[in-house]
């Protein structure tokens, strides 16, 4: 099964040169991390194992990775089973997101980062990684090659927990030095992003000082930072912000910046929505689609879509 996916992926790539390179890219970025390795002659053959088919999701308004390969750990053997139909998924540790944003807005001065690679940055003990071995090779002519995920990977049903877990552990034994960043990573964080601040710019660089050094004990590297704080912003390199501290002085420039799932404008401190212009050609379907394309995580614009919902249950 893997191996047909694997063809058909390799047909499609062979037909789109551009696509071709940045999966390339990304899969020999995995190699020279050390996130996946080549599988020795004398371990392929072990009694138990599992060949993840992979492809790839493409995002073109993200400020990183524009492409990212994906593994489909919910693919079946040809007994029926999946990886991730024989996986515990762990329970629910991340926090409610409409929680977040409103003990956000608690605070004058607001910051946010994510995680980078965060999946990444933690590994799976030698002895599972059997269970995540995939085939890839970077050009056609030369043999497919087995390698194996060394790290928690994307997709497969555990991977939330596994990462949250992590990220937990590491504060609860590192809360006696860093008090106020393990409360962050405990409360104000959902899955890799970070989203708190402070009542004063000083209050806001310890938070800021505390989570950096705190994320840094686990090699957890932090980036994309924003805020509608300048002072938050120059702590901290060039490289690793989404905005600059000019952004502040431009309204166009702000009310781009994403903060979990919703739009956030730094100088006038604001949530904002945008919506997609609805169909053309109305039906029930097309209704239905727009209507879920809202995304609004504190029901604030519960109003206008329980009229369109209203209108659903009469059509």
């Not at 995540?132 to 030369?142: G, T, V, Y």
């Not at 002085?249 to 401190?269: E, S, T, V, Y």
């Amino acid at each position: 099964m893997a191996l047909k996916r694997f063809h058909y992926l390799e047909h499609r790539l062979s037909r789109e040169e551009g696509l071709s390179q940045q999966y390339k890219d990304f899969m020999r970025d995995y190699l020279t991390s050390q996130h996946m390795e080549v599988i020795p002659t004398n371990q392929k053959m072990t009694p138990y194992r599992y060949y993840i088919p992979h492809h790839c999701i493409l995002r073109p308004d993200s400020l990183t990775t524009k492409l990212r390969v994906v593994f489909d750990a919910s693919a079946t053997t040809t007994v029926g089973r999946s990886l991730n139909s024989s996986l515990y998924t762990g329970r629910k540790l991340q926090q409610d997101l409409p929680q977040i944003l409103i003990r956000a807005r608690v605070h004058k001065i607001l910051f946010t980062a994510d995680i980078k690679q965060m999946y990444r940055q933690i590994e799976i003990h030698p002895e599972h990684r059997d269970y995540l071995r995939i085939l890839w090779c970077f050009n056609r002519d030369q043999p497919i090659e087995e390698y194996r995920l060394c790290t928690v990977t994307y997709r497969t049903s555990c991977a939330p927990y596994q990462a949250l877990r992590t990220l937990h552990h590491l504060a609860e034994i590192e809360k006696t030095t860093y008090p106020m960043a393990a409360d962050i990573l405990m409360h104000d964080t959902f899955v890799d992003d970070i989203l708190t601040g402070a009542n004063t710019p000083e209050a806001a660089l310890d938070r800021q000082k505390q989570v950096i050094f705190l994320c840094n004990r686990g090699h957890f590297k932090l980036r994309k930072w924003a805020s509608n704080s300048s002072i938050i912003l120059q702590s901290v390199p060039v490289s690793d912000r989404s905005m600059s501290p000019d952004v502040l002085f431009h309204d166009d420039l702000g009310a781009r910046l994403k903060i979990l799932g919703m739009r956030w404008n730094p100088k006038q401190d604001q949530f904002t929505y945008t919506v997609q212009r609805p169909h053309v050609k109305t039906t029930k379907r097309s209704m239905l689609s727009d209507l879920a394309h809202i995304f609004d995580p504190l029901g604030l614009l519960a109003p206008i879509t329980f009229l369109a919902k209203h209108l659903m249950q009469l059509l």
